[in-house]
């Protein structure tokens, strides 16, 4: 079985400043793991994901993540936040291996960027 | 070119009423499945369709059903609607495995029960 927290239901951090949205994982196997965006009253976005290889991730508008295995984490970064990167962020994380189609998130962290 | 599309996008409706929310994926993706996300914004798996076949079935009430008549297609039937049920429900299709591609999801269909 796989379960996420994600620590701060809310973050607020000032326009050009550091983003950091964490997120921890508990998984019984290798885990899959993914961050989505949603903007108000859109679908999710799929931003960035880990499935095997480099820990440190890349994803879409500047986001990346880094898998810390002995930490059970993928937090969320981006050096320099833009208005435009207010949303909610969910980290997501699903069983390797077989056919383990479920992908469980996080219950969310909503980012707020002040100008 | 909409890669999962959900209808209705909005649904209000009485309680005790019978209704149907619809998705359909054009990426050629065998798996299908519903979220519901609470006011919270708590996602939470409701059913997966594996090829026309139901892999997941999430402790939800019977009065719930989904239907897949193809692979690009899975809808969602809901008798007798309750205030609870009010919600956002997603759509989102994959390719087995979920390893290279994640889920894609619609837009969401928001239902109120009034």
């Known amino acids: 079985a796989q379960s996420v927290t994600q620590l701060g239901s809310h973050v607020s951090v000032s326009e050009g400043a550091l983003v950091l949205l964490r997120c921890n994982y508990s998984?019984?196997?290798?885990?899959?793991l993914f961050w989505y965006v949603q903007y108000p009253n859109q679908g999710l976005q799929l931003l960035l994901k880990?499935?095997?290889?480099?820990?440190l991730v890349k994803g879409i508008n500047g986001f990346e993540a880094e898998f810390k295995k002995s930490e059970t984490s993928f937090h969320l970064t981006k050096p320099s936040a833009h208005m435009s990167d207010a949303a909610e962020y969910f980290c997501?994380?699903?069983?390797?291996?077989?056919?383990?189609?479920?992908?469980?998130f996080g219950k969310g962290t909503l980012l707020t960027v002040n100008p | 070119d909409t890669a999962v599309s959900q209808t209705p996008k909005y649904l209000v409706t009485q309680m005790g009423n019978d209704k149907s929310i619809k998705c359909e994926q054009n990426?050629?993706?065998?798996?299908m499945y519903w979220y519901k996300q609470d006011s919270k914004k708590f996602l939470k798996i409701m059913f997966s369709?594996?090829?026309?076949?139901?892999?997941i079935n999430e402790t939800v009430p019977n009065r719930f059903s989904p239907k897949s008549p193809d692979k690009a297609h899975l809808n969602l039937h809901i008798n007798s609607l309750e205030l609870g049920d009010s919600a956002v429900y997603f759509c989102?299709?994959?390719?087995?495995?979920?390893?290279?591609?994640?889920?894609?999801f619609g837009s969401g269909t928001r239902l109120t029960v009034v």
């Open positions: 989102a299709s994959s390719q087995q495995g979920l390893a290279n591609y994640g889920y894609t």
């Open positions: 997501a994380v699903s069983g390797s291996g077989g056919s383990n189609y479920k992908l469980t």
């Open positions: 990426l050629g993706h065998d798996t």
């Open positions: 369709y594996n090829n026309k076949e139901l892999i």
């Open positions: 998984s019984s196997v290798p885990p899959y």
């Open positions: 880990y499935t095997t290889g480099a820990t």
